[in-house]
């Protein structure tokens, strides 16, 4: 039952003080259930993805072109490099393996070495000819996708670079694809053409990233840490963040039954600020200083950048929510909660914490999409 119609149905007419009483107890229960799973499960649930590929075929490139920013550095080699570079962002855990068939790691000390069945999901990135190790590799990727539910996508990149006075380039790539499909079982896999230098290609893969088979968290873990590129993207965004704010209120209410001191509203300020920052971070909005310049759109979007801005550090933005707080508690219990609070406390005050939860939420939601919206529009009319 959603929130509104528990408050609602607490407080109907029917119901005497016990049942009320009862009745609040068991919503305390669920409520404190609810939260307490799928809050803890929902920021626990990581995607971990593997880059795999020949040093210097593009894979810091690829994953900064997806994520948006320069998470890995590009043009260091790693043939030499011996350990997996770890990066965290947003929901995902990005692990750049070295390279295998090399004399230092064959392909199966390379596997008792890094366990890569383990990963949620692979980018397999080349740029050149492929070579018995990779053909061996892309049975064991093929492996892990039936039996794991592991995908794997294979990335041709540096595609500007296909050329052949005699050839044009659609049969060049017609001829890659055959090559590459030979060393596999399925022989539909697609192969993806990139190009970092003029990043094309790049929204194709991210499309086919978004329709894989995959668990429905993990993939708006992906859709929140990759960079909007259109509008589209930026309406998953939207959705998914609308998607999590029964949960976050929920959770902050139910972590909050103890009520904030004056005011007759109880909320987890650590929930309702983990919420904002993750809804801000899901429209790629990070940087205050980085946001802070698209002010020059004139007074809508200075307008916008102030509201998003103001929840971006923690203790100011706690100020700022117990004032709504304060506001929203006084609104209520004006009207008709005064009477029923010293009944059923906890429960009424964690029901308009939730409740405030939401409101709030949905705005935030809003700003972020808004602003998003116009820096795209600005960013493709300068193109
Ligand atoms: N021409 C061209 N160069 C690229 C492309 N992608 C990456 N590079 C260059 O290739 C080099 C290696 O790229 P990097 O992403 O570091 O490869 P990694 O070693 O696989 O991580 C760098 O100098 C990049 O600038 C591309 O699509 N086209
Ligand atoms: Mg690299």
Redesign the pocket.
Known sequence: MAIVDKILDLFNGDKNDNDKLQKSGEIEQDLKKRAALKWDEYEKTKVRLALI??????????INSLVGTKL???????DTTITAQEKEYGGLIIT?LPGYGTARFPLDAWIDEFKPEQYDMYLF?FDGKLHEADSQLFQYLEKWQQERQHPFFLVR?????IWDDEKTLEHLKEEIQADVRSLLTDEETPIFF????HQTGIEALKRAIYKMDFDEVKKSKLVSSFKATCLEDLERKRAICRDNLDMYAYAAAANGLNPLPGVDISVDLGVFYSMLKDIRETFGIRDEQKIKRYEILGPTAKKLIDEVCQYMVENYANKLLMELAKAFGKKFTEKQFTKLIPLVGNVASALLGAAMTRKVGEKYIDDCYELSKMIMEHTIEQK
């Open positions: 590929g020949q040093p210097g075929a593009g894979k810091s490139s690829i890995f550095p590009v043009g260091v080699y790693t750049d990135v990149n540096k595609e500007d670079q990139t190009s970092c230098r």
